[in-house]
């Protein structure tokens, strides 16, 4: 029996995860710390201020904060009392070293170990949430086993399978739970034990346990089926443009198929976010360590489609562009990977305006929750004379001879589009604008 959890890395994962954990958990005392004592603050802070914007968070704060949940900065003294430990801590794409640029860092996750290695006086469950390659419990026990031979350390898998923007919900109803673990009778033992904290709200049916690598794995496969599906209509996106064939039309064709099915049928600008991308080539490398060379160039394919729809977007404009004899002034609307987050990691927004400042276009950004010290950092600049970061909608598009629509955010899907000039032409990367003259819809002629 649980009573004393903690929860290593406080951000989209850990935060949101850990929040519900502790309102369908009321017994269990829950404390989410991170090395980020700014992060911790925020957590603490106005809940109009938390570091994570999903809907629904701040309810579950609210009933949930300084009662059994908790935000520390004190690891030390949470891995002490807590009988189970997981870990979400960030596990990004290597960009030094042996596999740069394919292979998962793991350098947060064996700083997890050490530290748990470090200050644990007394047997702990340590659960894999993070996403990670397969084997990575052996490296984590072998960190434990060889710091700490006092007490016994069980590893469990559990991958979390949110979407930011429905994160509550996906944790509140989820389609399913995995646990990984052991077959031993202590890795059984452990099992149960976070089989009974999910099964206070989640029927027993839906969830799953498996051996830890089949758990480990099925993370990055899933994470790679989405994808894929992804790239698959964006790729024939493509042939639409070329057609007048329309993808909306197809997407339903084709997901009105029972055995395929209606979601992920969406055609976009590309997928972006912390994980699709990291996660597939993290698959890859793996794929290539173990010489399974044309299962990796399989699955390559699925993020190679994806730069390639980004490429294309954006020489549509600047095609357009030079079609025209209008000045290059354009607005961005919508920063974050996709709506109802404020998170802008791998967002297509950040490459597309990229491209655009080398081709000298003049560029306003607005995006209702990210905030402009973030899309700074995400162009890696602290001032552009041809960048501008609006407050309003409204400030944004006014001068602007084209608008590109990145993130499907209900505020633009509202906004009165006649109100724009007819001669600005309107690029939609997500098919959320109707009717209008001037307007290239990804996937349609
Ligand atoms: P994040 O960057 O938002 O949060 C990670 C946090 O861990 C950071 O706040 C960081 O300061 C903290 N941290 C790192 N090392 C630490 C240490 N040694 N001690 C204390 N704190 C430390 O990352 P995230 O989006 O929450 O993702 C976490 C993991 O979950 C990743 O493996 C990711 O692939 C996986 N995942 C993410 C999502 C998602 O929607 N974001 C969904 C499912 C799975
Ligand atoms: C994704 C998965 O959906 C989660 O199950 C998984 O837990 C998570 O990755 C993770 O491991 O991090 P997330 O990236 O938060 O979640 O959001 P998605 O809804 O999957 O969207 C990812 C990207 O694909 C977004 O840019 C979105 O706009 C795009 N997308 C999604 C499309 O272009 N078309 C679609 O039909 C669906």
């Known amino acids: 029996m649980i009573n004393d959890i903690c929860c290593i890395g406080a951000g989209y994962v850990g935060g949101p995860t850990m929040s519900v954990i502790a309102l369908?958990?009321?017994?269990?005392?829950?404390?989410?710390?991170?090395?980020?004592?700014?992060?911790?603050?925020?957590?603490?802070?106005p809940l109009e201020d938390l570091p994570v914007y999903e809907p629904g968070l701040k309810e579950v704060i609210k009933k949930t904060r300084d009662k059994n949940l908790f935000f520390s900065n004190k690891i030390k003294d949470s891995i002490k009392k807590a009988d189970m430990i997981f870990m979400a801590v960030n596990t990004p794409t290597k960009t030094e070293g042996d596999g740069a640029g394919m292979a998962a860092d793991l350098k947060y996750i064996e700083s997890c170990a050490r530290d748990i290695a470090k200050y644990a006086n007394s047997d702990k469950i340590i659960v894999e949430k993070s996403t990670v390659p397969i084997k990575t419990a052996e490296k984590i026990k072998k960190i434990l086993v060889s710091q700490n031979s006092n007490y016994k350390f069980e590893i469990l898998s559990n991958p979390e399978f949110l979407a930011e923007g429905t994160a509550i919900?996906?944790?509140?109803?989820?389609?399913?739970?995995?646990?990984?673990?052991?077959?031993?009778?202590?890795?059984?033992?452990?099992?149960?034990?976070?089989?009974?904290?999910?099964?206070?709200w989640v029927p027993a049916n839906k969830i799953l346990t498996t051996n830890v690598w089949s758990s480990e794995l099925s993370k990055l496969a899933s994470n790679a089926m989405l994808a894929q599906r992804i790239s698959s209509i964006n790729s024939l996106s493509a042939l639409c443009e070329k057609t007048g064939a329309d993808i909306e039309e197809l997407s339903k064709a084709i997901g009105m198929d029972s055995r395929i099915g209606s979601k992920f049928l969406k055609a976009s600008v590309g997928f972006g976010g912390s994980c699709f991308q990291k996660d597939i080539l993290n698959l890859v490398y793996l794929c290539k360590f173990y010489g399974l060379h044309e299962v990796a160039d399989y699955w390559h394919n699925v993020v190679k489609i994806n730069d390639y729809q980004k490429s294309r977007f954006t020489q549509k404009i600047i095609d357009y562009f030079l079609s025209t004899k209008k000045t290059k002034n354009v607005t961005v609307l919508g920063w974050a990977f996709k709506a109802n987050t404020n998170d802008s990691r791998e967002s297509p927004s950040i490459s597309i305006t990229n491209s655009l400042l080398v081709e000298e276009f003049n560029i306003k950004i607005y995006d209702p929750q990210v905030p402009k010290t973030k899309i700074m950092n995400d162009l890696g600049i602290t001032y552009n004379s041809n960048i501008k970061i609006c407050e309003t909608l409204e400030e944004s598009v006014k001068d602007s001879n084209a608008l590109l629509v990145i993130t499907e955010w209900d505020e633009f899907k509202d906004y009165d589009w006649d109100m724009i000039s007819k001669d600005v032409m309107i690029f939609d990367g997500r098919r959320i604008i109707k009717n209008r003259e001037k307007l290239f819809k990804i996937g349609s002629s």
């Open 24 to 45: 369908k958990c009321p017994k269990i005392k829950v404390t989410v710390v991170d090395a980020d004592t700014e992060k911790i603050n925020r957590w603490n802070g």
């Open 169 to 200: 919900e996906d944790m509140s109803n989820p389609d399913r739970v995995l646990i990984g673990g052991d077959p031993t009778p202590s890795g059984k033992k452990a099992i149960v034990s976070l089989f009974e904290i999910y099964s206070q």
